[in-house]
C-alpha cells in the first residue's frame, strides 16, 4: 500500500513538473515577439512616431502617448533635419 501511495506521489509530481516546462517554453516565444516591437531597437528604413508633447514616448503609427493620451505624430530623422553648406 505505501509502495503504491508513494509511486502515485511520484508520478503526480512528474506531470506537474513537465506540465511546468512546457508551459514555460511557450512563455520564451511570446518575450521574444515582444522584443522584436522594442522602440529603441526600431529599422532605420521605419518610420518613427512621438508624441509632441512627451517626445520621450514613442510607438507606431497610430498608437497614443500613454502619458497624456495624444495621438503619436511623424518624427524627422536626424538626416532630414541637417543642413549642408558648401562654402
Request: proline share 3%; net charge negative; charged share 25%.
Amino acid at each position: 500500500m505505501k509502495k503504491t501511495v508513494l509511486t502515485i506521489t511520484i508520478l503526480v509530481s512528474g506531470l506537474f513538473i513537465a506540465s511546468q516546462l512546457i508551459t514555460s517554453c511557450g512563455n520564451k516565444k511570446e518575450q521574444t515577439t515582444e522584443e522584436n516591437h522594442d522602440p529603441m531597437k526600431m529599422d532605420s528604413t521605419a518610420m518613427a512616431y512621438a508624441c509632441p508633447m512627451h517626445p520621450e514616448v514613442t510607438g507606431k503609427d497610430g498608437d497614443k502617448c500613454s502619458k497624456c493620451g495624444m495621438k503619436l505624430e511623424a518624427v524627422k530623422s536626424a538626416d532630414s533635419t541637417e543642413t549642408h553648406h558648401d562654402h
